[in-house]
């Protein structure tokens, strides 16, 4: 599951894929299975499936990462977040804070997936520029914590890209990226960390009435009740 926001969506590169087109193709060079998982679509790659969002902060990624990975269920999370929080001067104190918490809030709705954490890439945007330093050097911290309680956490450094292949990247600068993913995917395949994918949620259905089996509210507490709903696509029929 690719995660963040613009940068993981594509914007800027030729292709509308940003790094995972380019990460695609190296990982089946590799001779992995593959199935990029999310809610959106995007770019012109043979598998376009991503969780990236144009503009999303910290905060805005995590209110979508539970479904999501819930729905889901990947053995491997790229993660690039934090660009927008930045940009902005969104509560830029607390940023790293935000990142500690997605990070624990991933691994805990995909237990068995392995989550790479990259450091943001350099930025032609002032704003962004005097707080991105010290967000990077956070980022090691918050991997080694993660590691430290036993979760398939680590840091991707990103530092290879200069101001010619930003602010969003170009298509240099999302080779770049893809090379950095690649990295980050084989060292950690070394370390015997990706699993095979959990299987994941699907829909009760009856082929006579067109119902499901549902849940109201999403309840997931013992001896919820369920019932007999319309059918849809939401987290409390999956």
């Not at 929080?85 to 709705?109: G, H, K, P």
């Not at 082929?207 to 509210?217: M, Q």
């Amino acid at each position: 599951m690719p995660l963040g926001d613009s940068i993981t969506w594509g914007v800027g590169s030729s292709a509308g894929s940003g790094y995972r087109g380019p990460l695609w193709n190296k990982l089946a060079a590799d001779g992995h299975p593959l199935d990029f998982v999310g809610t959106v679509r995007g770019g012109s790659m043979s598998d376009p499936d991503n969780e990236g969002h144009s503009g999303y902060r910290i905060d805005q990624i995590a209110a979508l990462a539970d479904a999501s990975l819930t729905r889901y269920r990947p053995n491997v999370v790229t993660l690039e977040i934090g660009t927008n929080d930045l940009n902005e001067s969104y509560q830029v104190s607390t940023a790293t804070d935000r990142l500690r918490s997605l990070v624990d809030r991933i691994t805990a709705a995909a237990p068995d997936a392995t989550v790479l954490v990259a450091s943001l890439v350099v930025s032609t945007s002032g704003s962004e520029e005097q707080y991105r330093p010290a967000y990077n050097r956070a980022i090691p911290q918050i991997v080694s914590e993660a590691q430290a309680a036993g979760k398939h956490v680590a840091h991707v450094d990103m530092s290879g890209l200069t101001t010619a292949d930003t602010l969003h990247p170009n298509d240099a600068g999302y080779q770049k990226m893809a090379d950095a993913f690649h990295r980050g995917i084989q060292a950690a395949d070394g370390a015997g960390w990706p699993r095979n994918p959990a299987p994941a949620p699907a829909r009760l259905s009856s082929g006579i009435a067109g119902k499901c089996l549902d849940v109201n509210g999403a309840g997931t507490a013992d001896g919820t009740a369920v019932q007999i709903w319309g059918c849809g696509d939401t987290a409390n029929q999956l």
